[in-house]
């Protein structure tokens, strides 16, 4: 009896790894438990569709990348036609090529696509310009790059902070205001002059 004919070949062996990785892979899977197990409803209707880890990424005009959207879970509905977000990251670039980020506890992008509104805990943040802003609920035209909120809103550029009633910003044109019960915090500035 030839014993090395009994013996399993290598053929064998690989096709038992691949079944136990597929199997341990299907073990710790994390998207499992985001598969709804009904079709998820909203106010607006039965969706059209729903998707998780979602990043939705557009373009200016001329082909410039201007506008990402990067959100763990997005319903769209047909009915009218706007995409809810949860958790929404936003992050804008201007004509200038500067970086703008943003984000809030939820999101909505309006008939294709725009504008967008932050809502609850909504922030907007130049970098560059080290300012930021919160609020409650944002709006923002990718059209125009207006930004505004016409809940109070606070603006902070360390160490002065800023507290209005409505704000607005155009980020093409590095603009901002607040309008409407404005109140500020101006520390004075030090001299840091060395003493003779």
Known sequence: MNLRALRPGFRFWLLLLLLLLGFGLALINPRDNQIPSEIPNDQAGEPDYYLTDATLTRFNAQGQLHQRVTTPRLVH?????????????????????????????????????????LKG????????ERWQMDTEILHYDSTTGHAWSETPAVLRQPPQEMRGDRFDAWINDRQARLTDNVTGHHPPETNKEPAQ
């Not at 805990?121 to 560059?128: G, V």
């Open 77 to 117: 509905t047909p009915l009218d036609d706007v995409t809810r977000l949860m958790t929404p990251d936003l992050a804008l670039i201007d004509d200038s090529g500067r970086n703008w980020v943003g984000h809030a506890d939820r999101g909505i992008l309006g008939p294709d696509g725009n504008p967008i509104t």
């Open 121 to 128: 805990d909504a922030h907007l943040e130049a970098p560059a």
